[in-house]
Nanobody, 123 residues
């Protein structure tokens, strides 16, 4: 499974942005997927995750209520809708997938990773 995240860019605080994560090489139906981010000088942190069938979503406290994770299994693609972004959301965002239906917040439990996309939020 190859993953490619895209959609990052420079936005202002309060704006919206949608990241996409396209999978190729294998269908990711029934694969749980997650988004993680890494700010400069900081460790990788969990952002959001969605179960294989899309029925369960999990969010970090820092983005809950502002970000929405979703997926379109017909397109083999996952999304992260980012609303009301803040400067502290600035980071490289990476998507990941695992060969299980259930979500997890732990990066070590995801076997497949895509190259990150940079999101910069100006104040």
């Amino acid at each position: 499974v190859q993953l490619q995240a895209f959609g990052g860019g420079l936005v202002q605080a309060g704006d919206s942005l949608r990241l996409s994560c396209a999978a190729s090489g294998h269908t990711v139906i029934n694969y749980a997927a997650g988004w993680f981010r890494q700010a400069p000088g900081q460790e990788l942190k969990f952002v959001a995750a969605i179960s294989g069938n899309g029925g369960t979503t999990t969010y970090s406290d820092s983005v809950k209520g502002r970000f929405t994770v979703s997926r379109d299994n017909a397109k083999n693609t996952m999304y992260l809708q980012m609303d009301n972004v803040k400067p502290e959301d600035t980071a490289v965002y990476s998507c990941a997938a695992r060969q299980y239906m259930t979500t997890t917040i732990y990066a070590r439990n995801y076997a497949y990773w895509g190259q990150g996309t940079l999101v910069t939020v100006s104040s």
